[in-house]
């Protein structure tokens, strides 16, 4: 064991650019605790100060040149230490892998470009846990080391300094817990709570220990008391010493004492449970304005020379917005309202230049089609990745020529199934067509239409008031949702004695079948104090009348029907597509209610043997419990010889039951930002989150084996439709037969 131990003092301010503030008040604070910062260098010749995010210091950049200058002049010295390397400190369980690559990727250039250096220290001291795959993602990028605070001591048993290693095995770096606050308003309170507990908790074979100190946001930094306590106690006793310092040397102090550090495997959870659903609006505005950034990208990269000359720059705005906007209290849900409305804005912002690019991209490859003399629809799949299923079309058809027989044709004249929908135009005839493609990735082609009678497509469809089948499934609704899901194809009831045996029988599903539920949720925005929702029931969505068919075709086939809880409405449609082993759901809920947690809940009849998460850029085995999980993506649970998959670009947690029921969150209605032990009283008009419309898509795959095939292309299908444009290039004239 080492006799020696030295205290690596690292003086920061956490800055929360937005919060229990507005955005205006975020830029103040970054100004203010950027000029004190230079202040205190100047003043305190050995003073290190430590500041992350891109963010911070571009306000400073583009407000106030000459204090830029200053900072510049502080790093190049080494006494302006620059850890994190990312736009801010996001969450790090709700944004995507390609959101995590592009703060490694924009964050390390913007520093290497604009203060020459290079940042190894990955740091998000307050982000509410860390993903499963995060290590992978920072070695990507060169970052060997990272720093935290959450989970707490409370709340996760770790040791302080470890070897994290993600999930697949694929990445690893040295990380360090930090004892006590990561905000220390004063020298009491840093030698009392930090400096007591970091050695309370120090590796001794190591022999140093990185300890924080500064106070956060509003003008923050290292107060004056705390810089002339540790230059008072630099010789703190005969075997500690305390020396200003910073990550980066104290991970460095960690290698050179070649000391094998315990490794940690998998995510670090749990703080804030209840952030991984509050205020549906930003995180389901977050993955639309992620999935479209990343496709407009990728469309300008493959095509250059379809894309606006000034792609790279609407781009880089595109991903600044959506990236600052993964700000730990911005998409964990956790702000004041009126924030969310710019928050709103800058995501529409995101969401309009990436728009942009695919709609120039994709009307511009429509333009080059051949002449033709049938109308056509141009299919464009606009993203990395094969997309196999129905694509909704819009086709313009004129009133006169809706009489007249219709069909569909591929490029080569060979009729295409189709079926037409009902359209969302509700005063004249325009309908909706469902067409199927398979495209590769960024693959096009062109479907023509022709006014011809079109051959009968067979089917393995059948649907009936209240049920759906095909090849691979069968299910059937009742008021409060879903019965029964049957796998295999359904066999016609030979007598009265089986169809009352089927009648009883509710296949995977277990009793009470799917449905809706409102659960009690006394917990604060954050759900502090819980791990898990499994507090009272307080009603199931019942049907306000019975299904209806909504689609009947050789594509697929809909139930419709509108259900209602207390003075929440939620309009579901039901829909078996043929030839897919899937059950797509779309639900508009508008909802009224408050302190409640929203779960669709769907029991399971087998023993599960294990339980699947999506997460960020991989998966992850967890187990079943009361416990709430952040899930991207999908969740699922398989047994011997059956396996159910929920998949879900517009839920973000859930939870497995002990006895495999999994409960998905569609949402959680407290007070914004409410923190306890501040107390909501009866009559207090604070604004409630999630009130209003809620859209929701979710799929259930199912089968007798877990299938990540099946599951990917349909959250694909989810997230990442086909761009449909209309060409009439060549087409002389309207043609009637
Ligand atoms: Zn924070």
């Given at each position: 064991m080492n006799k020696k131990m030295t205290v690596h003092m690292f003086g920061n301010a956490h800055l929360d650019p937005v919060w229990l503030w507005n955005l205006r008040s975020g830029v103040d604070e970054a100004l203010n605790t950027c000029r004190i910062a230079c202040e205190l260098l100047d003043e305190y010749p050995d003073l290190i100060i430590t500041r992350g995010e891109v963010w911070v210091y571009k306000q400073a950049k583009e407000l106030a040149p000459d204090l830029f200058k200053r900072m510049v002049k502080h790093v190049e010295k080494g006494r302006l230490q620059v850890v994190n390397g990312w736009m801010v400190q996001p969450d790090?369980?709700?944004?995507?892998a390609d959101s995590f690559r592009k703060h490694c990727e924009l964050g390390k250039k913007w520093f290497r470009d604009n203060l020459g250096v290079d940042v190894t220290v990955g740091y998000n001291i307050d982000s509410f846990g860390h993903n499963a795959m995060l290590p992978a993602f920072l070695n990507e990028f060169g970052f060997d080391s990272y720093v935290f605070s959450r989970p707490g001591q409370h709340e996760m048993d770790l040791p302080f300094l470890f070897s994290w290693r993600s999930v697949d095995g694929k990445g690893m770096v040295n990380a360090l817990r930090v004892s006590g606050s990561y905000s220390v308003a004063n020298a009491k309170q840093l030698h009392e709570i930090n400096i007591r507990r970091a050695l309370a908790t120090a590796n001794w074979d190591v022999g140093h220990v990185l300890v924080s100190y500064g106070y956060g946001d509003h003008g923050g930094g290292p107060t004056r008391d705390q810089i002339e306590w540790i230059m008072e106690h630099r010789d703190y006793s005969e075997d500690i010493e305390i020396i200003f310092s910073h990550p980066r040397k104290f991970f460095d102090a960690v290698k050179s004492s070649g000391v094998q550090l315990p490794v940690v495997q998998g995510e670090l959870h749990y703080h804030a449970v209840g952030c991984y659903s509050v205020v549906h609006m930003v995180k389901q505005e977050m993955r639309r304005s992620e999935v479209v950034t990343t496709q407009a990208e990728g469309l300008a990269r493959r095509f250059p020379d379809l894309a606006p000359p000034d792609a790279g720059e609407r781009l880089n705005t595109a991903w600044e917005k959506v990236l600052f906007n993964q700000f730990h209290d911005i998409m964990d849900g956790s702000s004041i309202e009126p924030a969310y409305r710019h928050v709103g804005d800058e995501l529409g912002q995101a969401k309009v230049l990436a728009n942009e690019i695919i709609t120039h991209v994709t009307r511009r490859q429509m333009l080059q089609e051949p002449p033709c003399e049938h109308q056509r629809l141009v299919m464009a799949n606009v993203s990395n990745r094969r997309f196999r299923g129905l694509v909704t079309c819009e086709p313009w058809i004129r009133a006169d020529a809706l009489q007249s027989p219709l069909s569909f044709t591929d490029p080569d004249g060979k009729p295409v199934p189709f079926q037409g929908i009902v359209g969302?135009?509700?005063?004249?005839h325009q309908e909706w067509y469902l067409i199927p493609a398979d495209l590769g990735p960024f693959g096009k082609t062109a479907i023509q239409l022709r006014h011809e009678e079109p051959p009968a497509f067979p089917s393995t469809l059948k649907i009936t008031e209240d049920s759906i089948s095909n090849e691979h499934l069968a299910i059937r609704v009742n008021n409060t949702g879903i019965q029964r899901i049957h796998l295999g194809r359904e066999e016609e009831p030979k007598d009265d004695e089986q169809r009352a045996k089927m009648k009883k029988d509710t296949g995977l599903l277990g009793s009470g079948g799917l449905l809706i539920v409102s659960f009690r949720d006394l917990t604060d925005a954050w759900s502090?104090?819980?791990?898990g929702f499994s507090d009272v029931c307080l009603g199931t969505f019942r049907q306000c009348g019975p299904w209806r068919v909504e689609d009947r075709g050789p594509l697929r086939a809909t139930l419709a029907n509108t259900f209602r809880f207390d003075h929440s409405v939620i309009l579901w449609r039901i829909s078996v597509d043929a030839g897919e082993p899937v059950v797509r759901m779309r639900l508009r809920m508008n909802w009224q209610g408050a302190h409640q947690i929203v779960k669709l809940v769907v029991p399971v009849s087998f023993k599960v043997n294990e339980r699947l998460d999506g997460i960020p850029g991989g998966t992850l085995k967890r187990p079943l419990s009361t416990q709430e999980y952040p899930i991207q993506n999908f969740t699922s649970v398989t047994g011997d010889e059956q396996s159910v998959a929920i998949v879900s670009a517009d839920c973000y947690g859930g939870d497995v039951q002990p006895d495999g029921t999994i409960r998905l969150t569609m949402l959680r209605c407290p007070v914004y930002a409410n923190h306890g032990p501040f107390e909501v009283r009866e009559g207090d008009l604070f604004p409630v989150t999630d009130q209003g419309y809620h859209e929701y898509e979710i799929a259930l795959v199912v089968g007798k084996r877990f299938d990540q095939e099946t599951i990917d292309a349909e959250s694909h299908r989810q997230t990442n439709p086909v761009v449909v444009s209309e060409a009439t290039l060549g087409m002389p004239s309207f043609h009637l037969p």
């Open positions: 790090c369980n709700l944004p995507t969302r135009a509700t005063g004249n502090h104090g819980v791990t």
